[in-house]
């Protein structure tokens, strides 16, 4: 069997291999790095995701990821001036930093958020200073200044560490290296007269003054390529590490340079990005250097942003194999399929417990009155179960970090072919968030039973169509049937319904999708059933290539689809697609193929009025 198809040996391998090799580094971590505020398109995962794959790959140790405490405001006035921080319960100097309203009741949560990731970001300088280095996934406030903040910077951590790192008494020159693609103004600006910290900073655009007593920035503009980036770091950095021999680095990873950020203009690779991750620490390491290494992962917005830091570490604990981190699906399906693990079936079911007094369903039925109602979704999830689930996963958090201060779970059990489960923003239930129809089916494919979404939906109604969602980069237009954008969870939703199917021993997940756009939407959890619908879908998507999405969905509704040969207009065809879950749907799924690819042949009429 070959190596790369042996995932249970690569595994045990690993485990034999770390027994006798030390941990490359500690991790700092908090399951409330976890926050996710309207209008910042970052994903609110990301800490997670990455712990996750490292968990996964067994790649990082329990004793080696610690817990940081909130910074105390004694360290954070070393830094910052008392007159900003005094400011920062005003809504409006959040809003000034943040660059969308942050209103009363999302102040402190705001706050504490970064008090956290900045206390991170000093337990990871302690580690490093032990250890050789301390990771924090979060941190690298690079904008904050001392009289204020800016670029969603409130505290710049990295000055907090280094003043509390003096304040115990270190010595000699410091270096921070910022690679973020934005420029680190504040952590520049706060050291301008110190000589012994170094800024060094390569990115787009200079945000503010660039002289410093200490320092290198360098200004690129956009458009960067993979060797005009490395060129530049390889032309400048191992010069100041061997002049300036500093006793501490920070190392600013951001992944913002990625050629799919959503808030960059730079067209830096994956492989270009892990070798500059490769070149700093090599450059710390190199000569029997052994320099004190605290790594940020800064900026990066992108669902997917959080693979290139999981593959950096990954690198790091194994140098020169890194391993490839899984798509955010399936990173995601990881995540609550190990939550599931430690939730107990009977706190979810309800089993056991005397919410019906101790009646069985057979004492509840009397002649003439039919039988027990219902009080479980799918036979199964309890009211308080469910909340349970969601509480566990953050779901609810990152609902009330929307600013849904107490989301309401509300259950309509009363027909078992069509039960309701509704999330509504609060109790007076004036605001609904999510609405799920479902039931369990065993007529689409026969010998097999599915879990059948009726309907989904998934809206946050006091966003607005002009704002982006989080992690996009730009407002997201309006799409027929929808009255308010989305939510930005529907890799949370899919990867719960297939936990749920997991536990209920059910098959896969079926779905009819009433339009284009909302199979599009799903094609990465979803398959079609008949193959001659995978066939006619996968020529749309070839049609439509790299155009917008709600440009194609206005195509089909306009019936501008037209067959390649008869001219004919092609309408939107609702066909089933299905999830697989079981290895018996899989085999069944594979067995059915693809269909003929070429069996369709679709052109584009021109737009009315063109």
């Known amino acids: 069997m070959a190596w790369q198809q042996a995932p249970v040996l690569r595994r045990s391998h690993r485990r034999f291999w770390r027994l006798f090799r030390p941990p490359a580094f500690r991790l700092i971590y908090h399951e409330r790095y976890n926050a996710q505020f309207p209008d910042v398109p970052n994903d609110p995962l990301r800490a997670e995701r990455i712990l996750a794959f490292l968990a996964s790959e067994r790649l990082i140790l329990r004793r080696c990821v610690n817990r940081p405490e909130p910074v105390w405001l004694k360290s954070i006035e070393r830094v910052h001036d008392t007159a900003y921080l005094e400011r920062l319960h005003e809504p409006e100097t959040l809003t000034s930093i943040m660059g969308v309203e942050v209103t009363p009741d999302q102040v402190d949560r705001l706050i504490d958020f970064q008090r956290l990731q900045t206390g991170g970001t000093l ?95 360098i200004e690129l503009g956009g458009e960067v390529d993979d060797r005009t980036y ?56 190199s000569g029997g250097r052994k320099t004190p ?71 509840l039925s009397l002649p003439g009155w039919g039988g027990a109602p219902e009080t479980r979704l799918l036979g199964f999830y309890t009211k308080h179960g469910l909340e349970l689930v969601f509480e566990r996963a953050g779901f609810l958090d990152r609902l009330r970090d929307l600013g849904y201060a107490h989301p309401t779970i509300v259950l309509q059990l009363d027909d078992p072919n069509d039960q309701t489960l509704r999330i509504f923003g609060n109790p007076d239930r004036r605001e609904l968030l999510v609405e799920l129809r479902l039931r369990r089916d065993r007529r689409t494919l026969p010998g097999l039973e599915l879990l059948s979404i009726e309907w989904l939906l998934m809206q946050n109604p006091r966003a607005s169509f002009d704002d ?44 009819v999708p009433s339009q284009f756009h909302v199979a599009a939407y799903g094609r990465g959890y979803l398959t079609f059933v008949d193959s ?30 037209l067959d390649a040969v008869t001219g004919e207009v092609i309408h939107w065809r609702p066909e089933p697609m299905v999830l697989a879950v079981s290895d018996k749907l899989r085999q069944r799924m594979r067995e059915e193929g693809d269909g003929e690819p070429k069996a369709y042949r679709f052109r584009l009429a021109a737009a009315a009025g063109t």
């Open 468 to 511: 982006p969602q989080p992690g996009e980069p730009a407002p997201r237009p309006r799409l027929p049937g929808q009255s308010h954008p989305g939510l930005g969870m529907l890799n949370d939703v899919a990867a719960m319904l297939q936990v749920a199917c997991d536990r209920l021993h059910l098959d896969g997940i079926v779905f």
């Open 123 to 217: 337990m990871a300088t302690r580690r490093a200073r032990q250890h050789g280095i301390g990771v924090n996934l979060g941190g690298g406030f690079h904008h904050a200044r001392a009289e204020g903040g800016g670029g969603f910077c409130i505290f710049n951590d990295v000055a907090v560490a280094i003043a509390d790192e003096r304040r115990k008494g270190l010595g000699g020159p410091i270096l921070v290296v910022d690679l973020d693609l934005h420029d680190g103004d504040g952590t520049r600006d706060i050291f301008r007269h110190d000589r012994n910290v170094f800024t060094f900073s390569v990115h787009a655009r200079h945000w503010g003054p660039t002289e410093a007593a200490s320092s290198c920035s």
């Open 293 to 363: 290494l605290v790594i940020l992962l800064a900026g990066g917005y992108s669902q997917t942003t959080w693979r290139y830091s999981a593959r950096f570490l990954s690198d790091l604990q194994r140098p020169g194999k890194p391993i490839e981190p899984p798509s955010t699906e399936e990173i995601t399906l990881k995540r609550y399929r190990h939550l599931s693990r430690h939730l107990d079936p009977a706190e979810l079911s309800g089993a056991g417990t005397d919410d019906n007094f101790g009646l069985t369903s057979e004492d």
């Open 230 to 285: 490395l060129e530049t770091i390889r032309r400048h950095l191992p010069a100041i590490i061997e002049e300036l021999r500093p006793r501490l680095v920070f190392y600013l990873a951001g992944t913002d340079p990625a050629s799919d950020d959503y808030l960059g203009d730079w067209q830096v690779s994956a492989a270009a990005l892990l070798e500059r991750d490769r070149l700093v620490v090599s450059l710390l390491r």
């Open 532 to 561: 001659g619908a995978r066939a006619h879908f996968a020529a749309l998507l070839e049609l439509f290539g790299d155009t917008p999405l709600p440009e194609a969905t206005r195509a089909v509704a306009e019936g501008r689809v």
